[in-house]
């Protein structure tokens, strides 16, 4: 094997291979802008240098002459798929497109027919010789003013464009930066080759070393700064297709851009508007920018009529200032609210009626409510009558002990919240006594120890009785609780002071008072001063003293 020949082919053949993979991996990533455009540029570089291997290996004159033009071939639409890339890369609209693609496309058409037709004329190369002492015999040619034509032209065409790619991302952020000097210094390069390549000089290697250089600076590129996998989203993505209204207004309030859907809903066209003043503009709005004076970072909601519909913005501003500070303008973006505007309007209507709703039921359960209270205090007044009907002498006991209690309790800053249980608790106090036989509940004279032991279950029998009953779980204190003693000597439990739940205490001294001042078949009533000496006395033995005292307040002021 000649060594010679194959270190002379290594740098044609890296020449090709970078390119194929370079372009593998932009078609990959084809959904990323320029990427696409670039892998049919790392492929025109694969098929040139691979012409350049065949035209090199060729022994033929015709057939090093078919492989050159292959080559010139792609040289000669290069300066065009750049021009796709670099538009696609940086998502640059044209204003004119169908004009700028006609003459970017003229020149390289012109260049292909003159380079098919060439052995009719010779402009393309001519006086054409083998060098036959080289062991490739290299082909050798006049370089035509065509020729140079096209090299001057597709060097102006890659200038204009590396500096259009500079100029899009030199203020972008580092990496996007990278990206595109990457990209351009790749170029640069690349140009520089193409120029060599154009005059003739192909044979010195200089072509095929530069590809490689290009697309090595590219390869890096993609790796290291994540070209055509990490890209900044443009201008055109930002500002031209976004949904919402978009102005770009100036520190006189003139517009200096509108977006599309801005275009679109007014009516407008960037020629009739840019360097106008926005009040014309914002007519429909007449509100909006009064409410923006002062310039503020602020939003408001607009309604504007439109084809006898009204339809709602939500309008943001926010300002623009220098690098000094100093105030530019203000970018108002005003988004179609009014889908969500009908929403909450709907929202609002059923809240109301929700609302109303929610009031007619709980005043129903108010009633309710009413209702099912005044039918347990009828079945409660109904208990109480009941049990005085078995024991006359007690007639009326129930009333007066219940009004005393309200009383004491209101004195004693009780809560008006728990007047319905004490209430309760009074009518109820000796529902026990229902279960008492009638020979033990009205015998005249005293009872004995058994039958006393008896009587004195009925603050059990009134827990057992009432318990079950939710509604009267607070009022079931006074019923249970009211023989208990303040020194702890009572029943049934024995509790002792502030154990003793408040109603219970409270209603201890009004059923004592009131049963020494009643008639009873074993005694008479007490006259009130000895009944009150009894209280008095009773004070931390049987009851509460402080209870005691504002009871005796009250007697004393004729309101007991």
Same mark, same amino acid.
């Given at each position: 094997?000649?060594?010679?020949?194959?270190?002379?082919?290594?740098?044609?053949?890296?020449?090709?291979?970078?390119?194929?993979?370079v372009g593998?991996?932009?078609?990959r990533?084809?959904?990323?802008?320029?990427a696409?455009?670039?892998?049919?540029?790392?492929?025109?570089?694969?098929?040139?240098?691979?012409a350049f291997?065949?035209?090199?290996?060729?022994?033929s004159?015709?057939?090093?002459?078919?492989w050159?033009?292959v080559?010139?071939l792609?040289?000669a639409?290069?300066a065009?798929?750049?021009?796709?890339f670099?538009?696609?890369?940086?998502?640059?609209?044209?204003?004119?497109?169908?004009?700028?693609?006609?003459?970017?496309?003229?020149?390289?058409?012109?260049?292909?027919?003159?380079?098919?037709?060439?052995?009719?004329?010779?402009?393309?190369?001519?006086?054409?010789w083998l060098?036959t002492?080289?062991?490739?015999?290299?082909?050798?040619?006049?370089?035509?003013l065509v020729t140079?034509a096209?090299t001057i032209?597709?060097i102006a065409?890659?200038?204009?464009?590396?500096?259009?790619?500079i100029?899009k991302?030199?203020?972008?952020?580092?990496?996007?930066?990278?990206q595109a000097f990457?990209?351009?210094?790749?170029?640069?390069?690349?140009?520089?080759?193409?120029?060599?390549?154009?005059?003739?000089?192909?044979q010195?290697?200089?072509?095929?070393?530069?590809?490689?250089?290009?697309?090595?600076?590219?390869?890096?590129?993609l790796?290291?700064?994540?070209?055509?996998?990490?890209r900044?989203i =443009?201008?055109?993505? @930002?500002?031209e #297709?976004?949904?919402? *209204?978009?102005?770009? !207004?100036?520190a006189? +309030? %003139?517009?200096?851009d509108?977006?599309?859907?801005?275009?679109?809903y007014?009516?407008l066209?960037p020629?009739r508007?840019?360097?106008?003043?926005?009040?014309?503009?914002?007519s429909?709005?007449?509100?909006?920018?009064?409410?923006f004076?002062p310039?503020?970072?602020?939003s408001?909601?607009?309604?504007?009529?439109r084809?006898n519909?009204?339809?709602?913005?939500d309008?943001?501003?926010?300002?623009?200032?220098?690098?000094?500070?100093?105030?530019?303008?203000?970018?108002?973006v005003?988004?179609?609210?009014? =889908?969500?505007?009908? @929403?909450?309007? #709907?929202?609002?209507? *059923?809240?109301?009626? !929700?609302?109303?709703l +929610? %009031?007619?039921?709980?005043?129903?359960?108010?009633?309710r409510?009413e209702?099912?209270?005044?039918?347990?205090?009828?079945t409660?007044?109904?208990w109480?009558?009941?049990?005085?009907?078995?024991?006359?002498?007690?007639?009326?006991?129930?009333?007066?002990v219940?009004?005393?209690t309200?009383k004491?309790?209101?004195?004693?800053?009780?809560?008006?919240?728990?007047?319905?249980?004490?209430r309760?608790?009074?009518?109820l106090?000796?529902?026990?006594?229902?279960?008492i036989?009638?020979e033990?509940?009205?015998? =005249?004279?005293?009872?004995?120890?058994?039958?006393?032991?008896?009587?004195?279950?009925?603050?059990?029998?009134?827990?057992?009785?009432l318990?079950?009953?939710?509604f009267?779980?607070?009022?079931l204190?006074?019923?249970?609780?009211?023989?208990?003693?303040?020194?702890?000597?009572?029943?049934?439990?024995g509790?002792?002071?502030?154990?003793?739940?408040?109603?219970?205490?409270?209603?201890?001294?009004?059923?004592?008072?009131?049963?020494?001042?009643?008639n009873?078949?074993?005694?008479?009533?007490w006259p009130?001063?000895?009944?009150?000496?009894?209280?008095?006395?009773e004070?931390?033995?049987?009851?509460?003293?402080?209870?005691?005292?504002?009871?005796?307040?009250?007697?004393?002021?004729?309101?007991?």
């Amino acid at each position: 094997m000649d060594w010679d020949l194959v270190a002379y082919f290594l740098p044609y053949a890296i020449s090709m291979l970078v390119p194929l993979g370079v372009g593998i991996y932009s078609f990959r990533h084809r959904s990323v802008n320029g990427a696409l455009q670039y892998g049919w540029i790392a492929i025109n570089r694969f098929v040139g240098n691979l012409a350049f291997v065949l035209e090199m290996s060729n022994a033929s004159l015709n057939g090093k002459i078919f492989w050159h033009s292959v080559g010139l071939l792609s040289l000669a639409v290069i300066a065009v798929l750049f021009a796709a890339f670099v538009l696609a890369y940086t998502d640059h609209k044209l204003k004119n497109p169908k004009l700028t693609w006609a003459a970017l496309l003229f020149i390289p058409i012109v260049y292909l027919l003159l380079l098919l037709t060439n052995n009719l004329h010779g402009w393309v190369f001519h006086d054409i010789w083998l060098e036959t002492d080289n062991p490739f015999s290299p082909l050798h040619y006049e370089v035509s003013l065509v020729t140079w034509a096209l090299t001057i032209y597709g060097i102006a065409v890659a200038l204009v464009l590396v500096g259009m790619l500079i100029g899009k991302f030199v203020h972008a952020q580092p990496l996007y930066r990278a990206q595109a000097f990457a990209v351009a210094f790749g170029f640069i390069i690349g140009i520089i080759g193409i120029a060599i390549a154009s005059a003739g000089f192909q044979q010195i290697g200089i072509f095929p070393l530069a590809s490689i250089v290009v697309h090595l600076i590219i390869a890096w590129g993609l790796f290291r700064y994540r070209l055509f996998d990490l890209r900044p989203i =443009a201008r055109e993505t @930002l500002f031209e #297709k976004m949904p919402d *209204l978009v102005f770009v !207004l100036d520190a006189q +309030n %003139r517009i200096v851009d509108i977006n599309r859907s801005a275009q679109r809903y007014f009516n407008l066209t960037p020629s009739r508007t840019i360097g106008k003043l926005a009040e014309p503009i914002f007519s429909r709005w007449p509100e909006l920018l009064k409410k923006f004076n002062p310039p503020t970072n602020s939003s408001i909601e607009v309604a504007v009529k439109r084809k006898n519909k009204y339809r709602h913005f939500d309008v943001r501003t926010t300002l623009l200032h220098d690098r000094r500070g100093q105030f530019q303008g203000r970018i108002l973006v005003a988004r179609n609210i009014t =889908a969500y505007s009908a @929403l909450q309007w #709907k929202q609002n209507i *059923l809240n109301k009626e !929700l609302k109303k709703l +929610n %009031r007619e039921l709980e005043q129903r359960v108010r009633e309710r409510t009413e209702e099912l209270a005044q039918a347990y205090d009828t079945t409660l007044q109904g208990w109480a009558k009941a049990l005085e009907l078995r024991d006359k002498e007690t007639e009326g006991h129930s009333r007066r002990v219940t009004e005393m209690t309200l009383k004491l309790a209101r004195a004693l800053d009780v809560a008006e919240s728990e007047f319905d249980d004490l209430r309760r608790g009074a009518l109820l106090h000796d529902i026990g006594k229902m279960a008492i036989p009638d020979e033990i509940l009205r015998k =005249a004279d005293n009872l004995t120890p058994e039958e006393r032991e008896i009587v004195d279950e009925h603050p059990a029998i009134a827990y057992q009785l009432l318990s079950p009953i939710k509604f009267l779980e607070k009022a079931l204190e006074i019923p249970y609780c009211h023989h208990e003693r303040w020194d702890g000597n009572g029943y049934p439990r024995g509790l002792k002071g502030e154990e003793i739940p408040l109603s219970a205490r409270i209603f201890s001294v009004v059923d004592v008072w009131d049963a020494i001042q009643s008639n009873r078949s074993y005694r008479k009533a007490w006259p009130k001063a000895k009944a009150r000496t009894y209280i008095k006395k009773e004070a931390r033995q049987s009851f509460d003293p402080r209870i005691v005292h504002v009871f005796l307040d009250l007697m004393q002021q004729g309101k007991i």
